[in-house]
């Protein structure tokens, strides 16, 4: 039976990504695909980096994945910058070239299966790093979007997106038993094309601490989004422990 665990926004959080992880075993995931941003912001990147790789699985690169390697951090507030700086100074060469050979989007195919989309912002225009918050944003992407799914990340806040043929809507409703139960589980409608945000493993700002990610199971057609709970006070000693700035360290706490 495929279950696609599809993460993002890991951020160089170790903590959470072995939690999340050990969930997937749990909830006997078979596959793995991630949206991008496996860097930046907390204490793990070359760990994190190295864990995704070995997986071996779909990747698309995130804007933090980008930046680090290009130099240019032209997008970056002073304190992603400094946290950039930092992570660049962990990462090898190696590691530095397999980041720069990721590409921006992708197909995902499974045997027997439906194809789907992954990107870590948006498909119009995915190297220009657009934020999709609402329904109007989401309204440009679907043009671009073939496939009946697509999965992305970049806002670290789970969303789900619909269009119609005519209009983009957020379905409110499908996400909301996430922020109540810590789970929610829909079933995509048929003739519709779906834009899904599955939130952040390793920086959260919804309000939620907890790491979010999404199961994709081809077999029941369902889209499942778990959080997870993880060591963080263990994340944040580890922000402290390697100098970065201390609003890093709170806002993992906070969800914001």
Not at 16 to 38: F, K, N, P, S
């Amino acid at each position: 039976m495929p279950r696609t665990a599809i993460i993002s926004d890991i951020h160089a959080n170790l903590h959470a990504l072995h939690a999340v992880m050990e969930d997937c075993q749990h909830q006997q995931c078979t596959d793995v695909v991630c949206l991008g941003d496996v860097v930046g912001y907390n204490a793990y990147p070359s760990e994190c980096l190295d864990y995704i790789r070995q997986l071996n699985c779909p990747v698309v690169k995130g804007n933090h994945d980008e930046e680090v390697v290009s130099a240019s951090m032209t997008m970056m507030n002073p304190m992603a910058r400094l946290a950039m700086e930092w992570t660049r100074a962990q990462l090898n060469e190696d590691q530095l070239a397999w980041l720069a050979r990721l590409q921006y989007v992708r197909i995902v195919r499974h045997s027997g299966a439906s194809t789907f989309g992954i990107v870590h912002s948006c498909l119009e225009q995915p190297k220009s790093w657009n934020y999709i918050i609402n329904a109007n944003d989401a309204s440009t992407n679907f043009p671009k979007q073939f496939a009946p799914l697509c999965f992305h990340g970049h806002t670290h806040i789970p969303k789900v997106f619909m269009w119609d043929g005519r209009h983009a809507v957020e379905d409110y409703d499908a996400v909301h038993p996430l922020y109540l139960e810590g789970q929610m589980e829909f079933t995509p409608r048929p003739g519709l094309k779906y834009f899904i945000n599955v939130g952040s493993v390793g920086q959260p700002r919804d309000h939620d601490p907890r790491a979010c990610y999404a199961i994709y199971d081809t077999d029941r057609n369902t889209i499942t989004m778990r959080r997870v709970e993880y060591d963080i006070a263990a994340a944040q000693q580890a922000i402290r422990d390697c100098g970065l700035p201390e609003y890093l360290a709170e806002r993992l706490q906070n969800g914001s």
